[in-house]
C-alpha cells in the first residue's frame, strides 16, 4: 500500500445505535455532525499471508471491512462523481483492541504493528449492498451487510475530499459494526465477500513475531507524523483543559504537509485559525519498546513544523480531528532535518512564532510534559517506529487567530525558522487552476 489509509468510526447502524445514550453526555454532548475520520499508519499495514501480531494481555478484535482504493487525484469531489475516482474495493480488516471511547484518537487500540491486514484490489464496482463475512479456523463467526453503513463508500469519498487531497493508492476502510469478534493467537482469520479473492491471516503472539523479525521492513514514501496534544501545561490551562495523564496523540495525515515559505489555506466563513510552533523529532532507526533510557539513540535529528488548526470545526470525536488537522497545507513543515549532535539539549529550546513581525507565541521545551525519551518509549511499546517516522511535540501558549495576508514565522532554537503565508480558500482553488 503506497498511500494513507483513512478509516472511518461510528459509520454502521450498530455503533451508532450502541453508543447513542453516552453521546447525549460529557464529554461528547451531542452525536457527531461530521464523519468520525482515523488513520490507519504505515506499522499496521500488511498483505493476506503475513502474521497479526497478538499483543500480551490484551483482547484483540477482528474488523472485518471493505477498503475503497483511489483511483485518480481527488479535491472536493461530489457524491455523483465519486465513482469515478475509485480504481476498485480490497477486503480488509480493521483490526483493533476494545473501543472504549471515541473521545481523542485511539491510537493504542488500532495503531498497532499488523493491525490492518489488506487485500488485493478486485474488479467489484457496486459495493452497497455487499455481505461480508469473517471466518475463525473454517468456521463463520460474523457476517454484516454494507446496506447498513451510515454513509456509503461514494458518501466517504465525497467527504474526505472536501478537506484532504487524495491520492491515487489512498485507500479508505469503509467501517465495521460495533459486535467484533474476538481473536487468539493461533487463529487463521478470513475475511470473506463475493466476487473477492479471501483475505487470510493468521494471528501470532507478537513476542514469536518480534523474535523472527530480524530484517527491517522495506522503505516507505513517508513516514507518520505522530502530534502531541496538550503537551505544555500553559498551553493546556489557555484551552481550559488539564495537563494529560498519558500521551495524547494524533497523526497529522500526508496531505497536510507543505514546505518552507508555502501557504497555508484558511477555509471560508471560519472564526478561529491558529499557528502551533513545535520541535518535531525524526526518527533514525527502526524503535521496538525501547526503554527511556536508551531512547535518544533512535533519533536522528531535529525539525520543526507548525500544526495549524480551525477550531471551528473541532468536534467531541477523537479530537482534535482530521477536519481540524489534517485539511491541505496545514502543516507547514521544514524540509531540513538538524542532526541530533548539533542539539545537545533538545529540552531546552525557545520556540517563537511572529505574525507579520509581531512575536505572539513563545515557550521552552523545558517544559514539555511528556520529554522526547518518554515519548519515544511510550509510542514503540505498542508498535514499531522506522526511520523517517517523526513525533510532533506540542505547542506552548500563545495562540491567536490568523488571517488570509498574514506572514506566519515560526522558530525552535537551534531548529530554525519556517516561514509561511496564510491565502484565502477562492486564492488557493486560483493557484490550482
Ligand atoms: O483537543 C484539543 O483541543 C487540543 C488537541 C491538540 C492541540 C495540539 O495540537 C497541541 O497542543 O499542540
Ligand atoms: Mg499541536
Not at 139 to 166: K, M
Not at 355 to 379: C, H, K, S
Request: hydrophobic residues 40%; proline residues 7%.
Amino acid at each position: 500500500m503506497k498511500g494513507t489509509v483513512f478509516a472511518v468510526a461510528l459509520n454502521h447502524r450498530s455503533q451508532i445505535d450502541a453508543w447513542q445514550q453516552a453521546f447525549r453526555q460529557a464529554p461528547y454532548n451531542a452525536p457527531p455532525k461530521t464523519a468520525v475520520w482515523f488513520i490507519k499508519p504505515r506499522n499496521t499495514v500488511i498483505r493476506g499471508g503475513e502474521a497479526i501480531p497478538y499483543p500480551e494481555g490484551e483482547t484483540v478484535l477482528s474488523g472485518a471491512t471493505v477498503a475503497l482504493i483511489v483511483g485518480k487525484t481527488a479535491s472536493k469531489v461530489s457524491v455523483a462523481e465519486a465513482p469515478e475516482y475509485i480504481a476498485g474495493y480490497a477486503l480488509a480488516n480493521e483490526v483493533s483492541l476494545p473501543e472504549e471511547s471515541f473521545y481523542r484518537p485511539a491510537i493504542k487500540a488500532k495503531c498497532r504493528d499488523g493491525f490492518c491486514p489488506l487485500g488485493e484490489i478486485a474488479a467489484v464496482n457496486n459495493i452497497d449492498n455487499l455481505t461480508i463475512i469473517t471466518d475463525i479456523n473454517g468456521h463463520e463467526a460474523d457476517r454484516w451487510s454494507t446496506a447498513d453503513l451510515q454513509r456509503n463508500a461514494a458518501e466517504l469519498l465525497s467527504a474526505l475530499s472536501e478537506f484532504a487531497t487524495l491520492q491515487p493508492g489512498d485507500a479508505i476502510l469503509l467501517g465495521t459494526p460495533q459486535s467484533r469478534v474476538a481473536l487468539k493467537p493461533g487463529d487463521r482469520v478470513r475475511v470473506l465477500a463475493d466476487g473477492f479473492p479471501p483475505l487470510e491471516n493468521r494471528v501470532v503472539d507478537a513476542r514469536e513475531i518480534a523474535e523472527v523479525r530480524t530484517v527491517a521492513p522495506p522503505p516507505h514514501p513517508h513516514g507518520t507524523l505522530f502530534a502531541l496534544g496538550l503537551n505544555y501545561a500553559d498551553h493546556a490551562s489557555e484551552l481550559d483543559f488539564k495537563p494529560p495523564e498519558e500521551p495524547l496523540i494524533f497523526i497529522k495525515a500526508a496531505n497536510s504537509f507543505t514546505g518552507d515559505k508555502q501557504t497555508s489555506v484558511r477555509p471560508d466563513n471560519v472564526d478561529y485559525m491558529h499557528y502551533e510552533a513545535e520541535l518535531v523529532v525524526v526518527i533514525g532507526k527502526t524503535a521496538h519498546k525501547v526503554s527511556r533510557e536508551a531512547a535518544m539513540e533512535y533519533v536522528a535529528g531535529y525539525t520543526i513544523c507548525n500544526d495549524y488548526a480551525i477550531r471551528d470545526y473541532l468536534e467531541n470525536y477523537y479530537r482534535p480531528n482530521l477536519r481540524v488537522k489534517s485539511r491541505d497545507t496545514l502543516t507547514p513543515i521544514a524540509p531540513w532535518i538538524v542532526d541530533k549532535s548539533a542539539i545537545p539539549d533538545p529540552h531546552n529550546l525557545t520556540l517563537r512564532t511572529w505574525v507579520n513581525g509581531e512575536l505572539r507565541q513563545q515557550g521552552t521545551t523545558a517544559d514539555l510534559i511528556f520529554d522526547i525519551p518518554f515519548l519515544i518509549a511510550y509510542l514503540s511499546d505498542f508498535m514499531t517506529l522506522q526511520p523517517g517516522d517523526m513525533i510532533a511535540t506540542g505547542t506552548p501558549k500563545g495562540l491567536s487567530d490568523v488571517v488570509p495576508g498574514d506572514e506566519v514565522v515560526v522558530e525552535v532554537e537551534g531548529v530554525g525558522r519556517l516561514v509561511n503565508r496564510i491565502i484565502s480558500q477562492q486564492t488557493y482553488e486560483e493557484t490550482l487552476k
